[in-house]
């Protein structure tokens, strides 16, 4: 999330964390620039007003670069010219100030799953079933009760149903960056949504980390 | 030719007055010495030399006062905000005033430009702090302070709404008719459709454009873009399906197939910020802006039932017919 404005800043981070997401804060573009080229984002939340560089530019310069993380301006810029510029240089989203965090959270997911190639907010696996927009989980229509790291874990995997994700991709995609990371406890997420789903649906591909699928096809 | 007007008015006065001169020496000659054996005949060329004179004369004033005549109607132009300065060269003595005048339109539109973007400034450095506000609101609110976080959220939605349509109406009022402005529909209504796919990217939308390729209005970008914005994003809100921007009878008509406006509403929606249906953000205030800028061109928005169902919306606005440069056209 690229905004200069700390206090909005620390509030955002805190909504879309407690919307279950793992939220790296730039205050300016130069920042945000260095994070976006060594870390891959599922999503951008980019304001157009920044000190140095302006969003407008970084996201022109991102897109000209070959970037395709899906990305939101989130500004107080808000006439139409304004917006089809922002849209025009590779925005996917556009909101203006002062906004609800719960559209946000909204756009922000629906972002998320139309990247992977999703329509709808319900995501399913065989009898799997998780619902992004209200964090319901379920398998065979049975609810099941899960915390937000482990949430975080499974959406993770399916969105990317039949691939396989690295441990350090998932460590990057649930942790922020200055948190407190530990590879094991990956390791301890995966073991205990395995117990909480019954079945096979989670797979360890030796080496190479975890992909999620269909328990009733044969693995390669 | 004569270049001041001063030598201008020496000429017409002495042409004026030797005409008249003659006239009286004429007369007076009539009177003392043919008066008893009075013979018009032997008149008749002294008298016509007399009259041509004087109209001569009339005639040079006419012609000098000419330019002033053309100021008037520049200056209407400048009024009217067809244009931005005097333009052309003057009589030697009103040329420095010509001058003083363009110098006095500039520091003004300098000035006017001055105060848009103090107020854009203003309006947008509040805005952050508005985010705030609503983030707190909502803080408030799951920390069980209902009331107050109804409260706050209310008023922080009444100054965005003050401060987005003041903001329209500024930048609309500073640039309102300037009259070589020039926009073109065509590519103007097809980014816009572009924008609008992608923000309503969830609702698998039809958004429908036909704009002819040539069809340009006196009117800035940007006031075009906030106008057309403003209808199509209002028709996509509330279509089920299917939004349609088409031309027709020299205007932009936006139909869509959503639940329409009732009839007694839709002028009350045209009024500075009335919201039909609190429970969609910022609803009406969209129109009351497109409302009130089209009037600011000269153009007018008309509300009614829409043939696919829903609201259909009819925006007038001066057409430019202003022949398009060759090397423009070539690109």
Request: aromatic fraction near 4%; proline fraction near 4%.
């Amino acid at each position: 999330m690229v905004e200069d404005e700390a206090l909005l800043s620390r509030q955002l981070a805190k909504g879309l964390s407690d919307g279950g997401y793992a939220v790296d804060c730039a205050a300016e573009g130069e920042q945000a620039d260095v994070l976006v080229s060594t870390e891959l984002y599922d999503t951008i939340v980019l304001d157009l007003g920044l000190p140095k560089i302006d969003g407008l530019s970084l996201l022109r310069r991102w897109r000209a670069a070959g970037l395709t993380t899906p990305i939101l301006i989130l500004t107080a810029r808000g006439s139409w010219h304004e917006k089809v510029q922002g849209i025009d240089g590779g925005a996917d989203d556009y909101m203006v100030k002062p906004f609800r965090i719960e559209e946000l959270l909204a756009r922000v997911r629906a972002l998320i799953r139309r990247t992977s190639g999703f329509a709808s907010p319900e995501l399913q696996c065989a009898g799997l079933a998780l619902n992004t927009a209200t964090a319901h989980v379920s398998v065979e229509g049975l609810p099941i009760k899960l915390t937000s790291h482990e949430f975080r874990v499974l959406s993770y995997l399916m969105h990317r149903q039949g691939k396989i994700v690295s441990r350090s991709e998932l460590i990057d995609h649930i942790y922020a960056q200055d948190a407190d990371r530990d590879s094991n406890t990956v390791e301890v997420f995966i073991v205990r949504l395995r117990r909480k789903l019954g079945m096979p649906f989670i797979e360890t591909v030796r080496g190479l980390g975890y992909r999620l699928r269909d328990p009733a096809q044969p693995g390669e | 030719m004569l270049r001041s007007l001063r030598s201008r008015l020496i000429l017409a006065s002495v042409l004026w007055t030797g005409g008249l001169l003659m006239a009286l020496h004429i007369f007076s000659m009539v009177a003392i010495h043919h008066l008893p054996r009075f013979r018009p005949g032997q008149l008749g060329v002294p008298v016509s030399i007399a009259i041509a004179v004087m109209c001569a004369g009339v005639v040079v004033l006419w012609f000098s006062l000419k330019p002033f005549r053309r100021l008037r109607g520049t200056l209407a132009a400048v009024r009217a905000g067809r244009d931005r300065q005097i333009a052309g060269s003057y009589p030697t003595e009103v040329q420095p005033l010509i001058d003083d005048l363009n110098t006095l339109l500039a520091d003004r539109e300098k000035a006017v430009q001055r105060a848009l973007t103090t107020a854009g400034d203003l309006a947008h450095g509040l805005k952050t702090p508005l985010a705030l506000l609503r983030q707190e609101s909502e803080r408030a609110e799951v920390s069980g302070h209902l009331e107050i976080a109804e409260n706050l959220a209310q008023q922080v939605d009444r100054m965005t709404r003050q401060i987005d349509y003041q903001l329209a109406r500024a930048r609309a009022a500073a640039s309102g008719g300037s009259g070589n402005a020039r926009c073109g529909a065509h590519e103007s209504a097809h980014a816009l459709a572009r924008t609008l796919s992608k923000l309503y990217a969830g609702r698998a939308l039809n958004i429908v454009v036909e704009i002819p390729a040539d069809l340009h209005f006196r009117v800035q970008r940007e006031d075009f873009d906030e106008m057309l914005g403003n209808l199509l994003d209002n028709a996509c809100k509330w279509a089920r399906t299917e939004v349609r921007l088409h031309y027709a009878e020299s205007a932009l008509i936006t139909d869509d197939d959503g639940p329409g406006i009732p009839e007694d509403l839709r002028t009350a929606v045209l009024a500075r910020g009335v919201r039909i249906d609190q429970a969609a953000p910022g609803t009406g205030l969209g129109l009351a802006i497109v409302h009130e800028l089209a009037d600011l061109y000269g153009g007018s928005l008309q509300l009614c039932a829409s043939p696919s169902g829903g609201l259909r919306a009819i925006l007038r606005l001066p057409v430019s017919d202003t022949p398009q440069p060759l090397g423009s056209r070539a690109k």
